[in-house]
């Protein structure tokens, strides 16, 4: 019989910061240079906390029904939509693209772009380039993220309110990881630096609201939400934009974002309005767009 304590979204966040930051914890206190093997081992295992800890109380707190209901939103690319894989692909680049002509309008040179030269002219270095990101962050944060606990967010709050929730709980789930000297992640976003407060900080918050936004109008694909945060990934570091050409893009993102939620609505971020059927589908894990099901998620067992 399990508890219903783990069905809600304090547990998995308890339990997610718990797996990630023990083994990153243990990596600060091991203090070893940097490349070292064990180091990277405990940053990789630490990563997989929200997937583990997803689909480990996918398996606890739902039955078979939720539990192919978790897999089919991971690989069924149907529900996405045409549109919507525009969005996927092209937001991140388009927000780059403005970013930059932000900054020629401002007075900015033109990017080098050494790096982005530089993966084009040896394609393998491009491909490992594009396997690494994907699977050494979108694939296991999604997994738990919004493959698991934005659902049970937005049964209790709306879906900016969850957006907002969920966004600051990821930037905290990362911040270990700014003590551990051979995780980039402290060099990229210097902790306390306009870059770490407005490109890491609010940049993470503003990617929570989009991807609630994508997950909710592509019938809660988990995929979706893997592959824009991959392409946000991808899109940073093939330009590596300087600055401040990257807190630019940060500024359209957010306006983007402030955008989203004004012509969508805050409730749902999608055209349809809240209402009980809404609020049932989400509790239900059925999603907007879905009918209600007969069962809250809370205790299908089926």
């Known amino acids: 019989m399990r508890s219903s304590r783990l069905s809600g979204p304090w547990a998995y966040f308890v339990l997610t910061l718990g797996w990630s930051w023990l083994f990153w914890i243990v990596a600060i206190v091991l203090s070893q240079p ?20 997803g689909i480990s109380l996918t398996y606890l707190t739902r039955g078979p029904a939720g539990r192919r209901d978790y897999w089919r939103r991971v690989i069924d690319f149907k529900r996405i939509g045409l549109r919507w894989y525009a969005v996927i692909f092209l937001l991140h680049p388009l927000l ?27 394609p393998l270095s491009l491909l490992g380039f594009v396997v690494f990101t994907l699977f050494f962050g979108p694939v296991p944060e999604e997994l738990g993220w919004r493959g698991y606990v934005l659902d049970r967010l937005q049964a209790r709050w709306s879906a ?3 957006s907002l929730v969920l966004g600051i709980v990821h930037v905290a789930w990362h911040l270990p990881l700014f003590f551990i000297a051979a995780h980039p992640i402290g060099h990229v976003f210097p902790m306390g630096s306009v870059r770490f407060w407005l490109d890491f900080v609010a940049g993470t918050v503003v990617l929570a609201v989009m991807l609630t936004w994508l997950y909710n109008n592509t019938g ?19 330009l590596e934009l300087p600055d401040p050409l990257r807190q630019y893009q940060t500024l359209w993102s957010i306006a983007l974002a402030v955008a989203v939620v004004l012509v969508w609505n805050s409730k749902t971020m999608t055209r349809r309005r809240p209402g009980p059927a809404w609020a049932d589908a989400y509790r239900r894990g059925a999603g907007a767009r879905a009918a209600p099901a007969p069962a809250p998620y809370e205790s299908e067992r089926r």
């Open 96 to 122: 780059a693209a403005l970013a930059v002509a932000t900054g020629l309008l401002s007075g900015e040179s033109l990017p080098a772009f050494d790096q982005t030269a530089g993966y084009l002219a040896a």
């Open 34 to 53: 940097a490349g070292s093997l064990l180091t990277l081992l405990l940053i990789a295992m630490g990563g997989l906390g929200p997937a583990i800890t």
């Open 220 to 238: 809660r694909s988990t995929l979706a939400a893997i592959l824009f945060h991959f392409m946000g990934n991808f899109t940073g570091e093939f």
């Open 160 to 162: 900016l309110t969850s």
